[in-house]
């Protein structure tokens, strides 16, 4: 246990960031399977629809910090591919 009060400030700190990206990355996962659920239905307006919502999601963790910048743009990617994919069957 940190006795320096600088160390103590940072620990409490870092379990406060901990807990917000934990609670992001889990938002993120919710997202995801949204997508994948509506491209399952084969409802192509809802899979659109989801994917630009988890799009702009993984955008904001991305520029928080939470995933990597070439990560959430995989993402993305991937469930655009997937939305896009229903739509032209």
Known sequence: MANIKSQIKRNKQNEVR??????????LK???KKVETAVAEGDAEAAQQRAREAARALDKAASKG???KR???RRKSRLTKAANAVGAE
């Open 18 to 27: 901990h807990e917000r990206n934990k609670a992001v990355r889990s938002s």
């Open 66 to 68: 939470v995933v990597h």
């Open 30 to 32: 919710t997202a995801t």
């Open 71 to 73: 990560t959430a743009a």
